[in-house]
């Protein structure tokens, strides 16, 4: 590690020390250090370290092990911290250093793009269109009033950085920090109670309201800047959505009345952010009438807005200030939308007309450019919605309402029940479920731009969507004046995905969604599920059926003149589609992007991405830049040799993952029993349920959720959705063609990058400690053949890079990621021995044992 990161890691588990020995005596300071230092012996293969760390582990009781998790868990925090401060160190070099920019950015495409055609370039920017959305689901597990104090930390360790501070300076800073880390460590690190739809919904706004309003305007500048494009521009590159409060797949909390609630809260952010804007700009815009030219349009805008409003023309002596005056009108019009009143806006674009007024009067091309459009990007990137929101539904749910109408509904076949969806009249009959009653008027009283998509998730036939298209007309969207809303199905299931271009077939050659799609211009969006093809399949079966469908319905779609985007519901971990955000747009099939894409930012990938202003700058950077590079990037074709073996691969690995997963009955036990999998359903970090609806009190592979289920294997070490399979497939394989695959295929190479990463992170060593669980169950004779295979991978990841060592290519990740192991292998360690406590009945261990939980997701960096 560079030597900042070294100097700020030590500073701050020298500030912590003290912090503890102040808050719980010198002895314990002294304990948790010679913690670390244990771990780390036993990293260097000294068995006497063992002995005395699992005699510490055994020899305290649940209560006294608490705070030692916390202060390790503390630390692993802290070390997080560090590497962000490295992270906004880097790109704050490369800002200054004018010889090159920094990798994966904007002005590096730009350069790339350079090689293109001027024309081919210039369409790209036009259509690009960027859409990420952000879910609530339960993977971030820190709660709100220790991020905040970690974001004081951050703020105060940036401030150190500044080399004109004194030693006056830095004792204050080195104060505050101690004071904010005696606070942090007071605080209690898990919620106790699991968090409301509500909740959710605000922590997502938070980072609206912290830094993406503001970080979103300037990335619209930066493209600007490096594409030399008008300024501002007519379109957002970038847009958001949200899931929180919409999303009932599953989550019984999420309700139609969580939707209004939802979407109001959003208005209200929205409209609060831009009238606080517009009020900062009041109080700076003092330029005098006599300096400027004011265009008629102003003048009689002001005109009418003094007659309109009368009480805000006398509040202030700014006459010949005609810029304040107007600004100050527009806030008390926003202030109007608020609360509904006659005076306020209708729409963005009146404020959008109002904003062009000033700007028009500027009388100067600096001031017209600043300030005033990144307001104006603003609103046309937010409007008074802040965010779409998406509502999410189950097939299943929606065949139990179309059941309602349509009696034997689930027994008929499926040519049965499109014919009986395309006879269901709207408005007559049984009222479909009041979700769709809830987007009807929020379509009225908020407009179309506030809702998003109606997701359908595990989607297995066209009936699943034409089901809720007929339930959509019962409730009139789509009907009249309420314009509908876009359907997206979710294919999950690698054989679902198998299936996709069948159902899609179906469903553009049937009349009920071809009306549908003509009235959202022949624009379909298609979602790919990461996370349940993978926990279905394994990681190289999931991520080649991903890639081949999407070429599938991208043919279909192109033969039929549909627009088609893909929606890319990845997780932060790489067993669900977790890969580097750059690296894996990049190595989407030729021609899947086209400008357009839309992706899932889930749990604590927020965090890491959107809590620091430069740092979701450059995070926004890396998507866009490899949106634009892919789309300008041409048609690559892929070999023949190279499919084939990718199909082999698939098909292999994936008889190998579920004759482990789904086909051997041991396998259910080592879930149980070799994981923390029961105590993290008691974690509270999600409103939702962590398991699908299930007769057994047993928790299974099957009826266990994507998240929660790689959730598990995280927190023991062994990663085993994200690799296990791959080593029989790989090593049945050509090497030289595999070699040959990396080199020439992106898709291959981000794939066995992907693995390399996986591999690093899992440590068979620490995993193995939990089969101590499983108190001689059959379910242990399973661990040779998972050893077998983490063996084979890792000599077949190594035989394709050509290294000796895992991320051998990738020298600062590896020293990064190894420097966190001495404090997380306390965690496991204490973990296991909670875990066994727990189970027999020691109502103590709860506490301590969600701890380890939320200190270990630290020490990875992932949880779902």
């Keep these: 590690m560079s030597s900042a990161i070294d100097r700020d890691t030590a500073l701050l588990e020298t500030l ?46 649940a209560t006294a092990l608490e705070p030692f998790v916390r202060a390790c868990s503390m630390q692993l925090q802290l070390a997080n911290i560090a590497e962000e401060l490295e992270r906004l160190r880097r790109r704050r070099h490369y800002d200054s250093d004018a010889s090159a920019p920094q990798p994966e950015s904007l002005a590096t495409a730009a350069v790339a793009a350079g090689q293109s055609p001027p024309a081919e ?10 859409r990420l959305t952000m879910t609530a689901h339960p993977t971030e597990a820190t709660r709100r009033s220790v991020f905040n104090h970690q974001q004081a930390v951050w703020r105060a360790m940036e401030r150190l950085d500044d080399p004109r501070l004194g030693r006056t300076g830095r004792r204050a800073l080195r104060d505050e920090l101690c004071e904010v880390l005696t606070v942090w460590w007071q605080t209690e690190a898990v919620r106790g109670v699991r968090p409301l739809v509500e909740d959710e919904v605000r922590r997502i706004l938070f980072f609206f309201e912290a830094v993406l309003f503001d970080a979103a ?46 979407l109001r809260l959003h208005r209200l952010t929205a409209l609060r952010l831009l009238q606080r804007r517009v009020q900062a700009l009041a109080g700076a815009f003092s330029q005098a009438e006599e300096r400027l030219f004011v265009s008629p349009g102003l003048e009689s805008s002001l005109e009418a ?49 109002d904003i062009e007024l000033i700007r028009a009067s500027a009388s100067s091309r600096r001031v017209a450019d600043g300030d005033l459009a990144l307001l104006l990007c603003q609103v046309r990137t937010f409007g008074f919605h802040l965010a779409t929101l998406d509502i999410r539904l189950s097939s299943r749910d929606l065949r139990t309402a179309i059941a309602r109408l349509v009696p034997g509904f689930d027994t008929i076949a499926e040519e049965e029940r499109i014919a009986a969806l395309q006879g269901i009249p709207p408005g007559e009959g049984a009222p479909p479920p009041e979700v769709f009653g809830a987007v009807a008027a929020g379509i009225r009283e908020y407009g179309a731009q506030s809702l998003g998509s ?16 007929a339930l959509m007309r019962r409730a009139g969207i789509g009907i009249g004046e309420v314009p509908t809303m876009p359907v997206v199905p979710l294919f999950e299931m690698v054989e679902d995905l198998a299936r996709a271009q069948d159902t899609m077939t179906v469903l553009y050659d049937h009349r009920l969604y071809a009306d549908q799609l003509a009235a959202v211009e022949r624009r379909q969006e298609i979602m790919l599920g990461y996370s349940d093809s993978a926990k279905d399949g394994g990681f190289l079966s999931s991520q080649w059926e991903l890639y081949s469908a999407q070429e599938r319905l991208l043919a279909d779609a192109d033969a039929r003149g549909v627009a088609l985007r893909f929606f890319h519901g990845r997780g932060g971990s790489t067993s669900r589609g977790g890969a580097r955000t750059h690296r894996a747009i990049l190595a989407q099939p030729s021609g899947s992007i086209r400008g357009r894409i839309r992706i899932t930012e889930q749990g604590e990938v927020i965090s890491q991405r959107y809590s620091h202003p430069e740092l979701a700058l450059r995070s926004l950077e890396q998507t866009t830049s490899a949106v634009i590079l892919a789309t300008i990037a041409g048609d690559r074709e892929v070999p023949g040799r190279y499919r084939h073996e990718a199909q082999r691969l698939a098909d292999r690995s994936r008889e190998v993952y579920r004759a482990l997963i789904y086909e051997d009955e041991r396998f259910e036990l080592l879930l149980n029993l070799a994981s923390p999998i029961d105590a993290l359903i008691e974690l509270n970090i999600g409103s939702r349920p962590a398991s699908r609806p299930s007769r057994s009190s047993r928790l299974t592979p099957a009826g266990l959720r994507a998240i929660p289920w790689v959730f598990a294997w995280m927190q023991n070490r062994l990663l085993l959705p994200a690799w296990y399979g791959a080593g029989t497939a790989l090593q049945e394989g050509d090497r030289e063609l595999q070699r040959e695959m990396v080199a020439g295929w992106p898709f291959f190479a981000m794939l066995c990058s992907t693995l390399e990463m996986s591999l690093f992170k899992s440590d068979l060593g620490v995993a193995e400690r939990y089969l101590d669980l499983l108190n001689g169950a059959g379910a242990g004779e399973l661990w040779e053949p998972i050893r077998a295979e983490h063996e084979r991978v890792v000599a077949a990841v190594l035989d394709i890079a050509g290294t000796d060592r895992l991320l051998a290519n990738a020298p600062a990740l590896r020293s990064r990621l190894t420097h966190r192991n001495p404090w997380t292998d306390p965690l496991s360690y204490m973990q296991v021995e909670l875990l066994r406590r727990h189970r027999a009945g020691d109502a103590a261990a709860e506490r301590p044992l969600l701890l380890t939980i939320n200190g270990i997701a630290a020490g990875m960096r992932n949880t779902g």
């Design 16 to 61: 912590l020390g003290d912090v503890l020995e102040e808050q719980e005596g010198r002895a314990f300071r002294d304990r948790v250090f010679w913690l670390r230092d244990t771990a780390a012996r036993v990293r260097d293969g000294e068995p006497a370290a063992v002995d005395k760390l699992v005699a510490f582990v055994a020899g305290n009781n």
């Design 121 to 130: 370039v210039a369409r790209t920017l036009e259509r690009l269109d960027v």
């Design 217 to 262: 305007p300037l990335l619209e500048a930066e493209i600007a800047r490096c594409f030399a494009r008008p300024w501002p521009p007519a379109q957002p590159s970038v847009r958001f959505g949200s899931w929180a409060g919409g999303d009932m797949d599953g989550n019984p909390e999420v309700t139609p009345d969580s939707v209004t609630r939802t």
């Design 305 to 353: 807005d003094e007659a309109e409003l009368p009480d805000v023309a006398g509040r202030r002596p700014n006459q010949h200030e005609p810029f304040r005056r107007k600004l100050s009108f527009i806030a008390a019009r926003l202030d109007g939308t608020t609360r509904g009143l006659r005076h306020g806006y209708s729409s963005p674009a009146e404020l959008e007309a």
């Design 454 to 469: 109606l997701i359908i998730s595990m989607v297995e036939r066209p009936s699943d969507v034409l089901a809720a298209v």
